[in-house]
């Protein structure tokens, strides 16, 4: 019986550069000694090795701290300026758009306005949000959260109407946006960039089987089972808007792309109408979500009303997620979009009570912890986790 084969001089040199640049990534700007303590790293190794990432341009000088008396130690940074990634959220109101360099730090960001009927080709539009970003350099992938999702099998984008992604309809689309925006391009549906940042820093932190439900002016979700992303033989996995719903109309009666299913019951104009019907006002569905919360916290028929009204939108919520859960029994859910955010902790309570009074599995329900655009914020991590991953690897010759 043979013993393990040894690494090779080259592999182990590898091995402990990613060891050490995975350090200074996740605590910040470290010492020689401290690179060493980290990695297990000889005094004489360690030297080597920060003189090789210096010499990659991956690594720079960023001071010296001072120790015991008359000792100081020089500090060494991921170089910020080693690749840059830059991340689009695509929606049929605007493009917006964040540049980050390697460590993460957003350094450029730009919105750009579609109008009522965009002109234009769209590389063209994409390229001119990424321009207004300004990057520094030139990125080195760029990802897109488009509401609608790739078919792995075609390339073709599907699971939307050509009205609500126009341009897109193109039989090379990937390459196509590659070519034109002269770097890597990855195209992701926007509900599962929202999981990849919730798993990342958020809710659903630590967790390797959960399901996100985005509820807003339309309905998805974003399934992700032993920490991946579940995305179904077409990409269609999530697309939970057109989930055939009790109570609810069919493709077969509205048509494929039409309000039907769940979406139907729980989208931004269902709950409004549903809430208004129960006395609560408000301009659009978030307005109205909000005020419910606020009118259900006090006394009287208005009151009650109100609370009547969010359990009703609480239990159509819970139909849906109730299917899900029977079928992936996740270990988590997690609520976002303007249906559910503006309901805070009262309508998740809501939600989890309904839901677990239709299911055996009990998953529980929390409400998304990412601030700002969780689109471009899971878009960017998609793109940093690669593009780190390509330049980690390239510092020892091959």
Known sequence: MSGP????????????????????????PLTRPEIGALTGLSKPTASQLLLRLQQAGLVVQDGVREGLPGRTAEVYRINPEAAYVAALDVTPARIEAKVADITGTVVGEH???????????LVERLAAALHGANPPDKPRRVVIGVQAAIDPATGRLGYAAAKDVPGWQLPDLVP?????????????????????????????????DFVLLWADEGIGSAIVLGGRM????TGGAGEVGYMPTPGAPTAREAGRY???GYQALTGGPAVLKLLRSYGVRGSDFRQAVAGAVRAAAGTGKKADDARAGLRDVA????????????VVDPGL????????????????????HELHALTIPQPPVRLSSVEGNPVLAGALD???????DEVFRSTVPS
């Open 382 to 388: 998609l793109g940093l986790a690669a593009v780190r």
């Open 258 to 260: 039409a309000n039907h």
């Open 315 to 326: 239990a159509r919520l819970a139909v849906g997620l109730a299917a899900i859960t029977s």
């Open 5 to 28: 084969v040894p690494g090779t001089p080259s592999l182990l040199r590898a091995i402990n550069d990613r060891a050490a640049l995975q350090a200074l990534l996740e605590r910040g």
């Open 230 to 233: 579940h995305r179904g033989a």
């Open 176 to 208: 196509t946006l590659s070519a034109g925006l002269g770097a890597p391009v990855d195209v992701e549906n926007n509900v599962n960039l929202v999981a990849v940042a919730e798993q990342a820093h958020g809710a659903a932190r630590g967790q390797q």
């Open 111 to 121: 919105v750009l306005p579609t109008p009522r009927r965009p002109h234009g080709e």
């Open 333 to 352: 859910i997690v609520l976002t979009g303007g249906v559910v955010l503006p309901g805070g902790e009262t309508l998740r309570e809501l939600v989890e």
